[in-house]
C-alpha cells in the first residue's frame, strides 16, 4: 500500500460476499480506522465478530488511473451478535469485547 493514497471507490463489504475474506485481513486506512486513541486504535475490525465492514480501495498517488493498489479497512460498521464470544462487542470497539 505505499505510495496508494488516490481513493478510486468506497464500499460497505458484509460477511458472506465475494470480497469479505479479503477485506477482514486488510490494513486500516489513515482516514478511519488508523486514527482514533485508546486501546482499538490502530486496530482492524475484530475478524471473529465484524458483520459489516467499510473499506476503501486506492490507486497510486500522482496516477490516479489503472489498477487498484491497495484495499483499507475504514470503518467497523456492524457486528455480528449472533456468534459466541461477540455478544457485548460494539462498532465503537471495533468489535472486540
Not at 460477511?15 to 482514533?36: E, N, S
Request: aromatic residues 12%.
Amino acid at each position: 500500500c505505499i505510495q496508494c493514497t488516490c481513493t478510486a471507490s468506497v464500499h460497505r463489504v458484509v460477511r458472506g460476499q465475494p470480497w469479505f475474506d479479503f477485506i477482514q485481513h486488510a490494513p486500516t486506512d489513515f482516514l478511519g480506522l488508523m486514527t482514533g486513541t485508546g486501546p482499538y486504535a490502530g486496530r482492524n475490525c475484530n475478524p471473529r465478530c465484524a458483520f459489516t465492514i467499510l473499506v476503501a480501495f486506492y490507486r497510486k498517488t500522482g496516477v490516479c488511473r489503472g489498477w487498484l493498489c491497495c484495499a483499507r479497512q475504514r470503518e467497523c460498521v456492524n457486528c455480528d451478535f449472533r456468534i459466541g464470544g461477540c455478544t457485548t462487542v460494539s462498532a465503537a470497539n471495533r468489535c472486540y469485547a
